[in-house]
């Protein structure tokens, strides 16, 4: 009785043992690094203040500058686009004022600045990118005195 029992309980082992189960778990790791973006390193409004300018001297009025920096790392590429609040031309919105209109040129060619929202790619750049324009008054026919206030936006998207 005792080497039945004993040939019994090794049966069950053996059975217990070949009816196992197992189970595997895949993991999957994924994501995509991206650049950072650039920075706006100068400041995030800036001011054109031409003061009191008598109105028939606003064409030698001078220029206001406008410094628009970004820190980037390398291979950066972005759009700029300028949107006046009120756009006269594509280069000269309104300061405002009947008549009165102000232009955006830029530092680093001084070519005037589409100021309806057009975007301009800048490819490839890194660590201090100058961005920076100038105002310049513009009479667009007879002026009168009075206050002028005007705004537009820069719009940066990091590509």
Known sequence: MKYALLFAASSWLVCASAQAASDTVTINVSGTLTRPPCTVTSAKTLTANFGSIEYDKVAAAPSIDLP?????????????????????????????????????????????????????????????????????????????????????VVNITYL
């Open 68 to 152: 628009l920096t970004l820190s980037c790392p390398p291979n950066s590429s972005f759009t700029i686009a300028v949107t006046a609040s009120g756009a006269l031309t594509d280069t000269i919105a309104s300061a405002g004022r009947t008549n009165l209109g102000y232009q955006l040129t830029r530092k680093d060619n001084n070519a005037a600045v589409n100021i309806r929202g057009t975007a301009r790619t800048v490819s490839n750049v890194q660590g201090s990118v100058d961005l920076g324009m100038s105002a310049k008054l513009v009479a667009q026919g007879t002026l009168s005195e009075g206050t002028f206030s005007a705004s537009a």
